[in-house]
């Protein structure tokens, strides 16, 4: 058969009018306009009042057709609702001819606003408006209604309206061959980041499963895997696993999700999670929380007894966001773990801890098995600056050894320092605590409330008895010191570095009122120590120089007499006396004075031969020394 000219002319006619009717039919169908008056009326459904804007529309027929929407915002008043750079839909040509196919939605930079303050960014009919929760409803065109779907989308975030923060970010999300009734496959990377401490703790939660949409609800399958990105202690998350399943009200945005969380394929707890429109809660339930997770916020969390966050622990985790109105949080976790509590360098009890969190309250416990230790401490967390502001704790030692119990003792020189510290408070219970055959019972009382520090210790057991009261106020200072027969060795640390001594028998008493330099104060000093060895501190030392004008030893000499009186910046000397075979004594006036003439004077009172020897004082060596 010839085929001429005129016949190959007349088959391209009558190719290019299919393609022409098919062309007209496809444009038709996929009008950008009647697609975007589409998407407009379903804005309006869930968003009734809103402008919806959009700055640019382009759109191109070739293999596939393509929409592209740029710079697209929706407000409500003046409330921004969501924003985003580009929304794109692909449609082939034989999905719009024969409703078979598979089209592409692809997303970028989407905002969802979020006011925390919605007084000021919307009047009260907007305001009301966003009280109800919205209603969502995706309508499409018939012919992509069987259509499959593949979703992607970058950089889709929860974001403050009235500043840069964001509550929720995904930086990758995508579906493959999503259809309502059919199961799909999908993966997001939900990024997690942390500046705390002046550090960026920064890991990405990778979710891969499978999504089986309907109308009224969406069922979803998922297992999630952390990856660090930095390796700073406390912060390497990547054992930690979730396996979950999720329901979604797609109408309501209300999703509905149950959890389990695996380290090294054990499972270590199980929760609950609920996510609506203004509103996320999560509870958490562990049987072996790794406790090194908390090693991030160790510093807060901790306490001078338990320094070492490690171990395993059992619990519970409540988190509960609102977002709209007030724009609360509310956190709240309870653990309780086996440790030890940790008293001087080597002294470790073991037991029981427990921590209870509420925002930002943290409270934490201690027992023994016997009872014979508890512990108990409220802290009030300042989370943005990294510190403790306000604590108060309690120990109660029973039947225990003394000087084990007096390690936990803070020293009233550090209460005394200078240095900024929190508002605190700790009290120390003894009771029937023993020291060689001795039992004592007596209590420590310690801290800083507004505008004072105090510290007070009661000490006593049959034969003896320790009364130190102390009171710090910017306008002056008060001390005073009662002891009756009362046995001091090493393990009494609590007056360091102004007295200290291995061994001594204490008797008398000691009163002071000063403001900045104690010698400038008023003091009273009646004091007996008998059988004293090593003595150490402030108070011995400026013993040892009154001593060093007629080169003796005090040292060597282990029954002491102080009488002694602080008045007009004069430090007048009754008695200072070295009780031995031979006793000497001095006596005297310090003057802190200028132009005031300082002297002492020693005798030797069962001596007769020796002579009174005195001496003038040139130096006012005292004013250096602090008590």
């Known amino acids: ?55 640019k529309i382009d759109y191109m027929f070739s293999i596939d057709f393509k929409l592209s929407l740029k710079g697209l915002t929706l407000k409500r008043g003046n409330a921004n609702i969501a924003s985003a750079n580009e929304v794109q839909l692909k449609v082939p040509w034989w999905l ?3 409703n078979r196919g ?22 009260s009919e907007e305001r009301n408006l966003q009280k109800s929760p919205p209603s969502v409803e995706v309508v499409l065109p018939e012919y992509l209604v069987d259509a499959h779907y593949t979703v992607r989308a970058k950089n889709v975030s929860i974001k403050e309206l009235d500043g840069d923060r964001r509550f929720f970010t995904l930086t990758k999300f995508l579906v493959r061959e999503f259809q309502y009734g059919k199961n799909s496959a999908f993966e997001l990377n939900i990024p997690i980041s942390i500046t705390y401490k002046n550090k960026n703790f920064s890991s990405d939660l990778w979710l891969f499963g499978d999504i089986t949409p309907n109308p009224k609800t969406w069922i979803i399958n998922y297992r999630g895997e952390f990856k660090t990105k930095e390796t700073v202690e406390g ?8 396996d979950g399943k999720s329901i979604l009200n797609p109408h309501a945005v209300d999703l509905t999700s149950t959890i389990q969380l695996l380290v090294e394929k054990k499972k270590i707890g199980t929760g609950e999670i609920t996510a609506k429109y203004n509103q996320i809660q999560l509870n958490l339930k562990f049987s072996q929380f790794p406790m090194s997770y908390l090693k991030m916020v160790g510093d807060e969390i901790s306490n001078p007894f338990w320094n070492k966050i490690e171990g395993l622990g059992e619990g519970e985790v409540k988190f509960n966001k609102v977002f709209l109105n007030e724009n609360t949080t509310s956190l709240s976790a309870k653990l309780h773990f086996p440790g030890v509590f940790t008293l001087g360098a080597d002294q470790i009890i073991p037991g029981q801890w427990f921590l209870d969190f509420k925002n930002q309250i943290i409270q934490t416990s201690f027992i023994t098995p016997k009872q014979d230790l508890k512990f108990s401490r409220r802290a009030v967390l300042d989370f943005e600056n990294s510190k403790v502001v306000q604590f108060n704790q309690e120990l109660g030692f029973t039947s225990c050894d003394l000087k084990t119990a007096l390690l936990s003792v803070q020293s009233i020189s550090e209460l ?29 009382r310690f801290g800083i409330i507004p505008n004072q520090k105090y510290y007070q210790v009661e000490l006593q057991d049959k034969q003896s008895s320790l009364l130190l009261k102390y009171s710090g106020k910017s306008s002056e200072q008060d001390f005073e010191l009662d002891l009756v027969n009362f046995a001091w060795n090493s393990s009494y640390k609590f007056l360091e570095p102004y007295m200290s001594a291995s061994e001594g028998v204490l008797n008398g008493k000691l009163q002071g009122k000063w403001k900045s330099e104690w010698s400038d104060g008023t003091w009273l000093l009646d004091l007996t120590a008998d059988k004293l060895k090593e003595t150490s501190g402030d108070f011995f030392s400026l013993n040892q120089k009154l001593w060093d004008y007629f080169i003796l030893d005090s040292n060597s000499v282990n029954k002491k007499i102080w009488k002694a009186s602080v008045r007009n910046q004069a430090i007048k000397i009754n008695s200072i006396s070295l009780e031995s075979s031979d006793p000497s004594q001095l006596s005297g006036t310090l003057s802190s004075i200028s132009r005031t003439k300082s002297h002492l004077i ?18 006012v060596f005292w004013k250096k020394e602090t008590l």
């Open 1 to 55: 058969m010839k085929v001429t000219t005129k016949v190959i002319l007349y088959a391209w006619l009558v190719l290019l009018l299919v393609l022409g009717s098919l062309f007209y039919s496809a444009y038709s169908k996929l009008n950008p306009s009647s697609l975007i008056s589409l998407f407009n009326t379903q804005i309006q459904k869930s968003y009734p009042g809103s402008i919806f804007k959009i700055e």
């Open 96 to 98: 719009i001819l024969f």
């Open 102 to 123: 598979n089209a592409s939605i692809n997303i970028s930079d989407l905002f969802i606003y979020i006011s925390s303050n919605q007084g000021e960014t919307a009047g």
């Open 235 to 242: 912060s390497q998350y990547e054992d930690l696993v979730i």
């Open 416 to 444: 005394m320092d200078p240095a900024p510290q929190p508002y605190h408070s700790t009290v120390i219970l003894l009771r029937q605590c023993l020291d060689g055959d001795k039992i004592y019972d007596g209590s420590f």
């Open 602 to 619: 020693l005798n030797y009172p069962k001596n007769k031969k020796w002579k009174p020897v005195k001496k003038e004082v040139l130096e």
